[in-house]
């Protein structure tokens, strides 16, 4: 909130007028009294199109060093005996993201009234998931919440490290696929158009190559407008699909199947599952809750099938491990490395072992794709431009024989 405040400042006895944010007028007020005013008017400024914070944010409101900053620093705090009050207060000044600080403002109203931390978490699910939400609960129904929220600050660590191998090692042909549509665009429309025009002027025979050419590039400079439709139809159709439960499941069955990307985002998945199950084990989070939100982060519906199975066949009285050795989701490596940690009662320690294994696997795996995929793309779009760009040529050489 945002107060506008008139004061006398005790040690001049002049007024001083200013603004002042606090999460309530109460806080605003201590905060005033302690700078050494005398308060004569403070009130809230109400938000307008003039004085608003415009705030737009895409994606998660905080980035995920933010995030895991804000883990170790509280653990830190709270390890040193600081009230989770005054730490979650002096943690609110100091972080970057302007929703993120809301957030920490109206947490701190929260924690004042008496509502738990991981209850008052709980009304914002964009920057604390139900994972974060689920073990802060049980590090306060433990009394180990600083070593909890350490725990965090890794798995989001480990957790990020992963998905950004995964990300970069995608990126490269997703960006040289763009390009390439670009430089044929162009080609079709711009360049070719006229180079045609001017070879066949002269006369001579159109190559069947020539002619299929000259039609798409026809078609994208008359009909242009028929392309796009058809891509925002293809969008909305694969959107569609998307939202159908069958649909989505049969898209990310194909994700997982897709040829050389598929087994790295298995991997990707397996290691998160794992990471994630062993520390909801370590935090003592009731197994079946641990297996709700492993299925829920997930966000692959082959995968949820698989734990929602487990769940009933620990609900049956049956080990956790038997479905998902039934699964080719998972390899015989991590349901026996599950089986032993049942029968030893050490599940957290060798799921974390399987998560370690598989983020090592994930990196490795990123960069040999990398390595490999390069050359690959680029030898994909010189066919593709020296195609047309012989297509361009071949009435040249009719002419030529003519001559």
């Not at 929260?110 to 689920?134: H, Q, T, W």
């Not at 030898?379 to 009719?398: D, E, Q, R, Y």
Request: hydrophobic share 45%; with cysteine.
């Amino acid at each position: 909130m945002l107060f506008l405040y008139k004061a006398i400042d005790a040690k001049t006895g002049k007024q001083v007028k200013g603004k002042l944010n606090a999460p309530s007028k109460e806080v605003a007020t201590t905060e005033l009294k302690g700078k050494g005013l005398y308060i004569s008017e403070l009130k809230e400024q109400k938000d307008s199109v003039l004085n608003a914070d415009l705030n737009i944010t895409i994606g998660s409101p905080v980035k995920n060093k933010d995030f895991v900053i804000f883990c170790r620093q509280l653990a830190t705090l709270i390890k040193a005996g600081t009230p989770i009050l005054d730490s979650v207060r002096l943690l609110s000044d100091q972080v970057s993201s302007k929703p993120f600080q809301k957030a920490l403002d109206a947490i701190y109203e929260d924690l004042r009234s008496g509502i738990p931390f991981s209850e008052a978490c709980m009304k914002y699910p964009k920057i604390f998931d139900k994972v974060f939400v689920n073990m802060v609960k049980a590090g306060e129904t433990s009394g180990d919440l600083e070593g909890v929220l350490d725990r965090m600050a890794a798995f989001y660590e480990k957790g990020h490290k992963v998905k950004e191998k995964v990300k970069s090692a995608m990126m490269y042909p997703i960006a040289v696929s763009i390009v390439a549509v670009i430089v044929v665009v162009i080609l079709l429309t711009q360049v070719l158009p006229s180079l045609l025009n001017n070879l066949l002027s002269m006369g001579g025979e159109i190559p069947v190559p020539t002619k299929v050419v000259m039609a798409i590039s026809d078609f994208l400079i008359e009909k242009w407008y028929i392309a796009i439709l058809f891509v925002i139809l293809f969008v909305l159709v694969f959107m569609a699909f998307r939202q159908n439960p069958k649909g989505r499941y049969m898209l990310d069955y194909a994700t997982l199947k897709m040829p050389v990307f598929g087994p790295l985002i298995q991997k990707q998945m397996i290691a998160r599952i794992t990471r994630t199950m062993a520390s909801l084990f370590k935090s003592s989070v009731p197994v079946l809750q641990t297996l709700t939100m492993s299925a829920e982060i997930a966000n692959n519906e082959v995968v949820a099938k698989v734990l929602n199975e487990s769940k009933e066949s620990l609900r049956s009285g049956e080990s956790l491990s038997d479905p998902l050795a039934k699964s080719w989701l998972f390899p015989k490596m991590v349901t026996h490395m599950i089986k032993v940690g049942e029968e030893t009662g050490q599940i957290d320690t060798m799921l974390e072992k399987v998560a370690d294994f598989y983020e090592d696997e994930v990196e490795q795996m990123a960069s040999r794709l990398s390595s490999i995929i390069e050359p690959l793309m680029i030898a994909v779009l010189g066919i593709i431009v020296g195609t047309i760009v012989l297509a361009a040529m071949l009435p040249m050489f009719s002419i030529y024989q003519q001559i």
